[in-house]
């Protein structure tokens, strides 16, 4: 069993940054790949990006390119996203993930409960 608790949102205003932290409980947080996507109102969960066990293989969705970066520390078992250049876009709840599967993963077994991101024009 793996839980998942994210941390980092709020409201920022577009072109800023913010980091998200996402803490696993238990000891197989390095067992699993590791991976954040955001619901905004009205739309479907989306995959932002995701990150292999080591962090040594990263993806990321074509509207985060160049913006957003993945990293982990599995000594803290923590997942961290950075976003910078935010846009109103990309106001959204965002949930960190972990999977149990190979890279890439087919599914994610695990959810945290979601930190809003806010982006105002």
């Known amino acids: 069993q793996v839980q998942l608790v994210e941390s980092g949102g709020g409201l920022v205003q577009a072109g800023a940054s913010l980091r998200l932290s996402c803490v696993a409980s238990?000891?197989?947080?390095?067992?699993?790949?590791m991976g954040w996507f955001r619901q905004a109102p009205g739309k479907e969960r989306e995959f932002v990006t995701a990150i292999s066990r080591r962090g040594g293989i990263t993806r990321y969705a074509d509207s985060v390119k160049g913006r957003f970066t993945v990293s982990r520390d599995n000594a803290k078992n923590t997942v961290y996203l950075q976003m910078n250049s935010l846009k109103p876009e990309d106001t959204a709840v965002y949930y960190c993930a972990a999977s149990w599967g190979d890279w890439p993963p087919p599914q994610y077994d695990y959810w945290g409960q979601g930190t809003q991101v806010t982006v105002s024009s």
């Open positions: 238990g000891r197989t947080f390095s067992s699993c790949v």
